[in-house]
């Protein structure tokens, strides 16, 4: 059974262009991953920088599979450190 992983992350305006980058590339990455499906990126309306992620993934195994590849790891500590947060991570089935 397929899970949606639901990823939020908020970023002081001035560092927009920054993550971005960042998440450019962890798309890049992602998508030669197995077992993924689908992402889409949402700007939340009511809150400037706040963003959510919704990440289709074929099972939790590849999902768990994916939070342990070191390329992701990588970008990954870049957007937390540019963030200065810890990215949060919902999975949902």
Do not use: C, H
């Not at 689908?38 to 999902?63: A, C, F, H, N, Y």
């Amino acid at each position: 059974m397929s899970v949606k992983i639901f990823i939020k992350r908020t970023v002081s305006e001035g560092k927009v262009p920054e993550l971005t980058v960042l998440l450019k590339r962890l798309r890049s990455v992602t998508l030669m991953q197995p077992g993924y499906i689908s992402g889409q990126t949402l700007k939340r309306l009511d809150k400037p920088g706040e963003t959510m992620v919704i990440s289709t993934w074929r099972s939790i195994e590849d999902w768990n599979d994916w939070v342990k590849n070191e390329k992701r790891i990588v970008i990954q500590k870049e957007i937390d450190d540019l963030l200065g947060a810890e990215t949060e991570y919902e999975v949902y089935e």
